[in-house]
């Protein structure tokens, strides 16, 4: 306990240092309260396509290959985020979610829980090691908002995302076991396409087809190997400013992120990943197993990655 403030994070024993404090300010302030209201009552097209996510889980890459399957090559964007609205922070960049997009079928991405998307449309929902997914989440948003001296990775990833269910976390973002146990029991349900990432970075060919049939296009060889070759990890770093979420960073600027950081979505295969303590690895466990496994039967996620192998093309 925070004998000497009495400070503790809600539903922790975790006493935050500084530079925690200021970043938990920022997340209570993230949301615009009337926008976020708005977003929830969003009323999707039937043929519209959802990009779900938890984030640091493939948004980005599902996002650009989505909309270059759709287009057959349309790069003339300042940030995919234009072409690729984010549901949750539309409103808040001064986007209306329901104007009209460049082409057929819609796209809008998002990390909301199940619960709380709008329903309606078809889903495409994308799964990724949680682990790895929170140390990527560090990377984010340490050099945006602080900076890694400031606050440790097992600081950030047990303070802000090892949560139990929505009531223990006052700030109402989905965690990444609830995203996981909420989206997973429509595995089998018409309109959701589940895909997992590391399935996707091992055979994204695959991947391409498997999206394209579930858009309803048309099957071109040509505009699928074009957008095979454009969502690449080599395509995206030499578009880098394409996908650096500098909208974002200007509609937020206000709350206080670092004047030369960095946001950018697309890193280098040997980016430094710091690790996390064997304590934050258990507690990440404990709430698999309390949340996740209770729904989809897996005491892992690699078990339940390796019982989910990358279902064959549809035809």
Request: net charge negative.
């Amino acid at each position: 306990m925070c004998l000497e403030t009495k400070e503790q994070v809600p539903g922790t024993d975790i006493c935050p240092t500084p530079g925690m404090k200021r970043f938990l300010e920022v997340l209570d302030n993230w949301r615009d309260p009337q926008n976020y209201e708005k977003m929830l009552k969003y009323q999707p097209q039937r043929s519209e396509v959802f990009i779900a996510t938890f984030g640091k889980s493939g948004t980005t890459l599902v996002s650009q290959m989505c909309h270059q399957l759709r287009t057959g090559g349309h790069m003339d964007f300042k940030e995919i985020t234009e072409v690729v609205p984010f549901l949750e922070l539309a409103y808040d960049l001064g986007m209306d979610p329901n104007g009209e997009q460049i082409a057929e079928p819609r796209l809008t991405k998002t990390h909301l829980e199940h619960d709380l998307c709008p329903k309606g449309a078809r889903y495409i929902v994308v799964l990724r090691n949680p682990i790895k997914a929170l140390v990527s989440y560090y990377n984010f948003v340490a050099g945006w908002f602080f900076r890694p001296e400031e606050i440790s990775v097992d600081e950030y990833v047990q303070t802000v995302h090892l949560k139990e269910p929505r009531s223990a976390n006052p700030r109402g973002f989905c965690t990444v076991h609830t995203f996981f146990e909420s989206w997973w029991r429509h595995r089998n349900d018409p309109d959701y396409l589940f895909l997992f990432y590391e399935h996707i970075l091992a055979d994204p060919e695959t991947t391409a087809r498997k999206v394209n049939n579930f858009m309803g296009l048309d099957d071109d060889e040509e505009r699928i190997q074009n957008a095979v070759r454009m969502s690449s990890r080599e395509y995206m770093l030499k578009h880098e400013d394409h996908f650096d979420e500098h909208l974002t960073r200007l509609a937020k600027a206000h709350l206080g992120s670092l004047p030369n950081g960095n946001s950018t979505k697309v890193l280098p295969a040997d980016f430094p990943k710091p690790k996390l303590s064997a304590e934050t690895l258990a507690e990440a466990d404990r709430l698999w197993k309390l949340i996740v496994q209770p729904t989809t039967g897996y005491a892992t996620y690699e078990e339940m990655l390796n019982d989910n192998p990358m279902m064959p093309v549809l035809n």
